[in-house]
């Protein structure tokens, strides 16, 4: 695999990875931007944005957009994160250039017509009536504004249907003003890719992309935790996301960190699932995660159980975490090692998923990552370096959000018991 990048002179940069033997292709455009850069009072802008933005260009309409690609067999698609936004083609090597004109006739031409913007707002509000009858995107905004409290990455990605019902064209055009300029975007090429050819190619669709500094980076993350108990009763279940601080993915021990996620919880033989689940059945779902930005990093518990079971699933998965404190087993070392290097070897036969990885090291770690580099950094962590993780995250303060028929229990106080921290 050979990985490349210039950085244009506006600022714009363009990464390549050629996969031999691939006849695929995926290029995409991420504008380092997302829900972490709306004010309050804008919050779900960012999200919007990206649905409109197939939606018409000066030269062609939402339907021309989607002739052009389906004609090709090639597929389009978008998706806003807290820090990213990020617009996607993804078919044959032999037809990049028209994936890169669209792309950049997207990203520098959109027209944002008011009658779309009116039916899309339908859209969008269906969404999020959509994610009011799901628990785990309630609990996950709620843990959200739990751990980030009056901080944009604790708002919801989606937004207030009052903000949505609310928006203009100008607001989408101040928000391209602020965060879509040369410096905050990167354009990558993979699979059956010519570096020299898509560089080209870049200079001649995205050059309209000004050239203007980007507004100053937000606060960093803090921290808070907390406990959000849900009053809502229309779920059977209780959905809990219980959390503690991480580090940020531009520390070093994130793999470390990460590992203990997927060593404990990680799978149907995690020590987590074999506890919880096998032994007690006190659920059918019950996960441990990790997730990790620039400045923020998160150990994730994720469970959802009748009320009457509550209470022991958390004192039970306190008490796996408690032992992971003291010592993990080499196999469940070994188990999620290999869970990471098997995602590891799939990027690379995925050419959008290696876009992604490639992205998303630039924009947080200021440097291009290569699998083979974050594979050897997994190889070197050892138990030792689990065992630092797990005493170092759970002394920091938890965050709790429950959805559902929550009983009358402090369970913030609860966990804090049970974790030795109260």
């Known amino acids: ?216 980076a937000e606060i960093p993350a803090q921290w808070v935790g907390g406990f959000d108990p849900s009053s809502a009763t229309k779920f059977e279940q209780v959905t809990a996301l219980i959390g503690w601080n991480s580090v940020p993915e531009t520390d070093d021990r994130v793999h470390a960190h990460r590992l203990l996620a997927a060593a404990v919880g990680g799978g149907m033989s995690s020590p987590l699932f074999q506890e919880v689940r096998e032994k007690r059945g006190l659920v059918y779902a019950v996960q441990g995660s990790h997730d990790s930005g620039p400045d923020y990093g998160e150990f994730l518990l994720y469970a959802g159980t009748t009320p009457d079971k509550l209470d022991e699933v958390v004192k039970v998965s306190c008490g796996v975490f408690r032992d992971a404190c003291a010592g993990i087993s080499a196999d469940d070392l070994m188990r999620a090692k290999n869970r990471e290097l098997v995602a590891l070897a799939t990027i690379k036969e995925r050419p959008f998923g290696l876009a992604h990885f490639l992205a998303s090291n630039l924009l947080e770690r200021g440097r291009l990552v290569a699998p083979d580099e974050r594979k050897r950094a997994v190889e070197a962590v050892t138990i030792e370096d689990v065992i630092a993780a797990a005493e170092t995250i759970f002394k920091t303060e938890p965050a709790v959000a429950l959805v559902g028929p929550v009983p009358e229990t402090d369970y913030l106080g609860l966990i804090k018991a049970e974790m030795g921290t109260a």
């Open 1 to 216: 695999m050979d990985i490349q990048l210039t950085t244009l002179p506006n600022g714009l940069r363009v990464v390549t990875a050629n996969l031999p033997g691939f006849d695929s292709a995926a290029v995409a455009a991420f504008v380092d931007s997302g829900s972490r850069n709306e004010t309050a009072a804008e919050n779900g802008v960012a999200h919007f944005l990206e649905h409109m933005a197939f939606k018409g260009t000066a030269s062609r309409t939402s339907l021309d957009i989607a002739r052009e690609i389906e004609n090709l067999g090639s597929n389009i698609n978008a998706f806003t994160s807290q820090g990213t936004t990020a617009y996607f083609v993804t078919g044959l090597g032999s037809n990049v250039e028209k994936s890169v004109a669209i792309i950049g006739d997207v990203l520098t031409a959109s027209v944002f017509d008011e009658a779309e913007i009116a039916t899309e707002k339908g859209v969008i509000l269906q969404e999020i009536s959509r994610s009011y009858d799901n628990p785990g995107s309630l609990a996950h905004n709620r843990f959200g504004a739990t751990a980030y409290p009056d901080q944009a990455l604790g708002r919801a990605i989606l937004g207030q249907p009052d903000f949505i019902k609310a928006v203009t064209r100008d607001n989408f055009v101040s928000f391209i003003d602020r965060f879509y300029v040369a410096s905050n975007i990167i354009v990558v090429g993979t699979g059956a890719i010519e570096h020299p050819t898509f560089v080209s190619l870049v200079e001649r669709y995205f050059a309209a992309i000004p050239a203007r500094p980007s507004v100053p």
